[in-house]
Nanobody, 121 residues
Framework: VQLQASGGGLVQAGGSLRLSCAAS????????MAWYRQAPGKERELVAA???????HYVDSVKGRFTISRDNAKNTVWLQVNSLKPEDTAVYYC????????????????WGEGTLVTVSS
């Protein structure tokens, strides 16, 4: 299973980006999908998550500015990031809990390589 993230870039404060992450490989189903980020010198943190049923969770610092969505048929998750702030600068990683064996509910967690978001002030 591979996760390919894209959509990062350099934007001015107040700008927007749309990050995408597509999963491919031997996939039976995907449970939760999520976006994490890691800023220089800081630990990786959960930004937003979405279940297969569409329930979402956001870290307080991005509520009202970021929106996570997914297409189960395409095994893809997006993160719309609006009203960007310099403190949003980080490498953004996608994450998916993937079921790869038919007839089981065992999932494994996979990570994408990350996409860099840089917000200038």
């Amino acid at each position: 299973v591979q996760l390919q993230a894209s959509g990062g870039g350099l934007v001015q404060a107040g700008g927007s980006l749309r990050l995408s992450c597509a999963a491919s490989g031997s996939i039976v189903s995907i449970d939760a999908m999520a976006w994490y980020r890691q800023a220089p010198g800081k630990e990786r943190e959960l930004v937003a998550a979405i279940t297969s049923g569409g329930n979402t969770h956001y870290v307080d610092s991005v509520k009202g500015r970021f929106t996570i969505s997914r297409d189960n048929a395409k095994n893809t998750v997006w993160l719309q990031v609006n009203s960007l702030k310099p403190e949003d600068t980080a490498v953004y990683y996608c994450n998916a809990e993937v079921v790869t064996e038919w007839g089981t509910r065992r999932s494994m967690r996979y990570w994408g390589e990350g996409t860099l978001v840089t917000v200038s002030s």
